[in-house]
């Protein structure tokens, strides 16, 4: 028999929930088996897989030692400490940190290559600082809230325990976060502001999207973009867009679908000539965030009203508008 006792950053938490992250060699019938035949109990007392569990908590598990492994958190520190953090760092407290992500950074881990990501750059940054230690851990490491296509550059929102990831979360969701962009496109829209409605399906085989204005598949789901001209030079224009439903590739393929694919484009556009002016990615740039919080206080109601942005000079494109007037980003 083993005891785990329930730390700050797994309290709130599903007892189910919490077992699949602290034990994910532990099978799911076996689980829930466990938790009916009361192998798994919760300060001594019979559990059901839905109770919520508190800071103090205390879980008996009568369950064979191999099921024991080492947790989500599989990395002992010594991986971390290799780890040399090249991380640019927008805005940091005790709770979150906004990054600045540079095109061409996964912010994941990719198959086969465990290091070269946003991620876990993030966790041997917080390892060196002394604020994450994978060993003290039973289900939680430092996580992304949001995230953008690798080569897609700016700000991503990383959060340090577990309330702060829950409640980035759960305004994600309600849509509390405003997100804008600047993106350089092929011509210009007209009208020069505008927002644009559709519905967006996802190809599962390609990894590609296609949208729709009218008659859309049955999975297809409804998109909103909001966009305005800011300047205009050599056959490009530079657009401020409001992501007002966050779908992947949103903005590359209905910039693309109303005839202006974006500057290097070449997933929904045709970028030879892009490339050879150098562009060898997509001209965009999630530079701004807002948060508008609304509902029930949090931990993080601090930051309701905030806006925090990225330098003009830290966004390549911009020099394709010389002169562009910062006060209209």
């Not at 009916?36 to 800071?55: C, D, E, F, G, Y």
């Not at 702060?164 to 804008?180: H, S």
């Not at 590359?252 to 109303?258: C, K, P, S, Y």
Request: proline share 6%; charged share 30%; net charge positive.
């Amino acid at each position: 028999m083993r005891e785990l006792i329930i730390g700050k950053n797994d309290g709130g938490q599903r007892l189910d929930k919490f077992l699949t992250k602290a034990l994910p060699d532990l099978p799911q019938s076996l689980l829930y088996k466990s938790i009916r035949t009361k192998k798994i109990k919760v300060n001594r007392k019979r559990a059901v897989p839905s109770q919520i569990l508190s800071v103090g908590d205390c879980l008996q598990l009568f369950l064979r030692e191999e099921l024991f492994g080492p947790g989500e958190n599989d990395r002992d520190g010594r991986e971390l400490t290799h780890i040399v953090p090249h991380l640019r760092i927008v805005y940091e407290d005790e709770n979150i940190l906004l990054l600045d992500k540079p095109a061409g950074v996964p912010v994941h881990e990719d198959e086969g290559n465990r290091t070269a990501n946003l991620l876990t750059h993030l966790q041997a940054y917080l390892y060196r600082q002394g604020e994450y230690d994978p060993r003290a851990e039973q289900s939680f490491a430092p996580a992304l809230c949001n995230r953008i296509d690798r080569n897609t550059a700016g700000i991503v929102i990383a959060a340090k325990n577990a309330e702060a990831l829950r409640v980035m979360n759960e305004k994600i969701k309600a849509r509390q976060i405003d997100k804008y962009y600047l993106a350089a496109v092929h011509g210009t829209p007209v009208p020069r502001e505008a927002t644009l409605s559709g519905y967006l399906r996802r190809d599962e085989k390609t990894k590609t999207v296609t949208v729709y204005d009218r008659d859309p598949p049955r999975d297809a789901k409804r998109i909103l973009t909001r966009y305005r001209t800011v300047a205009e030079a050599g056959g490009l224009s530079l657009q401020l867009i409001e992501l007002l439903t966050g779908r992947t590739h949103q903005i590359r393929a209905h910039m693309e679908h109303i005839g202006h694919p974006l500057l290097g484009e070449g997933k929904y556009g045709h970028n030879r000539a892009d490339r050879a002016r150098g562009y060898t990615h997509q001209a965009l740039c999630a530079f701004r965030l807002r948060f508008s919080f609304a509902g029930e206080p949090t931990v993080l109601d601090y930051l309701n009203g905030r806006s925090f942005s990225l330098p003009p000079e830290e966004i390549w494109f911009l020099k394709e508008f010389p002169g562009v007037d910062p006060g209209l980003l």
